[in-house]
């Protein structure tokens, strides 16, 4: 099967609605392994849960368990992509200059995990000015928008890594020293 995603090529799936080509992980329960399908680039140590002072730089990620991990958004786009979907919708629930609040909801692909169905997930998040901080208060709808998408993709697909968006306001722009 063939799936076109908007100017994207076409990707190549087979009869389970996998994309060909991929080494997929599998729980034990037979559902794929999706945390464990995340490029370890995209994974960066969650400062907040080490002693002050750590030297995060050092530490080996294969070998942190997902509670003292972040997932950034290029990587949460790539497992994504993975995944397959064909649609993303972003409805702006409420907005205005101090407080933006942003609803995604993405039509994935059919998959044996969803017995060959179509399904719709959505989730919700939120920015403003005690949740931001530096450059990012300058873009509030980009920032909730960004953060309603990781939300729709690590909650749909059980990948228990905290994003980087949900990172207080100061451990984020420590963050963005590193990546």
Request: net charge negative; glycine share 6%; proline share 4%.
């Amino acid at each position: 099967m063939t799936e076109q995603l908007g100017s994207t090529p076409a990707y190549s799936r087979d009869d389970k609605g996998l994309l060909d080509g991929i080494n997929y992980t599998y729980r034990q329960d037979g559902s794929i392994d999706w945390r464990a399908m995340v490029d370890s680039n995209y994974l960066v140590p969650n400062k907040e849960n080490f002693p002050e002072g750590t030297d995060t730089t050092t530490l080996n990620i294969s070998e942190l368990d997902d509670s003292h991990l972040l997932l950034v958004l290029p990587g949460i786009k790539e497992i994504a992509g993975i995944r397959g979907f064909t649609k993303v919708d972003y409805e702006v629930l409420e907005s205005g200059s101090e407080y933006v609040s942003v609803k995604c909801t993405i039509d994935w692909i059919p998959n044996f995990e969803t017995g060959m169905q179509p399904v719709q997930y959505s989730a919700l998040a939120d920015a403003h000015e005690s949740n931001t901080s530096g450059f990012a208060r300058k873009f509030l709808m980009a920032i909730a928008e960004n953060r309603s998408f990781s939300r729709t993709v690590r909650n749909f697909l059980r990948i228990n890594v905290i994003g980087q968006d949900e990172l207080d306001p100061k451990e984020q722009e420590e963050l963005f020293d590193i990546i």
